[in-house]
């Protein structure tokens, strides 16, 4: 028997066992998923460059927040 296995052309947060797939995947919260879903949507490669956008911008936040 094979199990079906998840569609991986979109990301499916609302399902657990591919919400955790994501998760290790992308090594970023479940949160931090959906809230890149909400702004480009579901295909893995906008979703993957929308946490790495919000990465680089979290860094220079911090950056620009550290005394000199």
């Avoid at 990301?11 to 994501?22: F, G, V």
Wanted: net charge negative; aromatic share 2%; proline share 7%.
């Amino acid at each position: 028997i094979n199990p079906v296995q998840p569609d991986r052309s979109k990301i499916e947060i609302d399902d657990d066992a591919a919400a955790r797939h994501w998760v290790k995947t992308l090594g970023v919260s479940r949160d931090a998923i959906t809230a890149a879903i909400e702004k480009v949507g579901p295909n893995p490669e906008t979703v993957r460059k929308e946490i790495a956008r919000d990465a680089i911008n979290d860094k220079e936040s911090i950056a620009a927040a550290e005394p000199k």
